[in-house]
């Protein structure tokens, strides 16, 4: 009879086939994660967008002005005041004349304020602002 | 004598190359990936930003329709209330015409962003964005 101090000895020695399947899961899960899922940088505050059904699809290229709750603004992921968010954008509109700019608001943010922020983002040049929504899928309220 | 490819397979054999070292790294990487990566897909509406004051030659009442977005859900044509279903049904009839969306004190940004998907759906293409004048618009 097989004592016990052989028996975990036997297990030891073969441990390392144990954890194949193991590992095999893990690649999966890495190469997955890799492959479906983007890398992005965090929002500067957290922000829920409004939910449309439009698809059309990003550019990541373009400058963003995020715009969260009590009127705080960053502009390139970096927080700054209205002000200085619209000097720095005029000198973006200098360099870079005609592009669009992307602008994550609430969804839940006044309108009113935001069609204000569009007006003072028309004096410093802007034509055009592609508005971040969320994909809202059929039926879906 | 020994071959070197016997001594190699002897080697193998009594020291395997232990695992534990590349577990430890992929499951950084693994935790590395769930924390970093992102699966919100975002889209976009486009928009183009008001003119501030009456620079721009506004159409005449017969070729647009005014819409004020008043709140949730509740959208005013000539001082009539519609909620976003009945604006569909009454905008179907009026798709040669400009609609002008000028936003309330109480609207949020997504009654805004619902009345744009209506006018996608109808394909409305003439729709401009109006300033916010404040209080009473």
Redesign the interface.
């Known amino acids: 009879m097989k004592s016990l101090k052989q028996t975990l000895n036997k297990q030891r020695k073969g441990g390392e086939e144990h954890i194949l399947p193991l590992i095999n899961v893990v690649f999966l899960l890495l190469i997955f994660f890799m492959v479906a899922g983007k890398l992005t940088t965090s929002d500067p505050f957290k922000l829920d967008p409004a939910k449309s059904i439009s698809e059309t699809s990003v550019e990541n290229e373009t400058a963003i002005i995020h715009m969260g709750n009590s009127n705080k603004l960053a502009f390139q992921n970096e927080e700054m005041d209205k002000a200085t968010l619209l000097s720095r954008l005029s000198t973006y509109m200098q360099d870079n004349p005609d592009s669009k700019i992307r602008l994550k608001v609430d969804g839940v943010h006044s309108a009113g304020d935001v069609l204000q922020f569009l007006t003072s983002l028309r004096d410093s040049g802007v034509e055009k602002v592609a508005l971040l929504t969320q994909l809202q899928h059929r039926g879906e309220q | 004598m020994q071959t070197l490819g016997s001594a190699l397979k002897r080697t193998r054999r009594k020291n395997?190359i232990?695992?534990?070292p590349?577990?430890d790294v992929?499951?950084i990487?693994?935790v590395f990936?769930?924390l970093?990566?992102?699966?919100?897909?975002?889209?976009?509406?486009?928009?183009?930003?008001?003119?501030?004051g009456k620079s721009i030659a506004q159409p005449s009442e017969q070729t647009s329709i005014k819409v004020l977005?008043a709140g949730t859900d509740r959208y005013e044509i000539a001082n009539k209330t519609y909620d976003l279903a009945h604006l569909e049904t009454f905008l179907k009839s009026k798709t040669d015409q400009t609609v002008l969306i000028q936003?309330?004190?109480?609207?949020?940004?997504?009654?805004?962003?619902?009345l744009?998907?209506v006018s996608?759906?109808l394909n409305l293409e003439k729709i401009s964005?109006l300033?916010?004048e404040?209080e009473n618009p």
Do not use: N, Y
Request: charged fraction near 15%; avoid cysteine; charge should be neutral.
């Open positions: 395997p232990s695992l534990t590349l577990i992929v499951f990487l693994l990936f769930m970093a990566s992102s699966f919100q897909k975002t889209r976009t509406v486009e928009l183009q930003p008001p003119v501030k977005v936003t309330g004190q109480d609207a949020a940004i997504q009654d805004v962003v619902s744009l998907d996608a759906r964005l300033p916010f404040g």
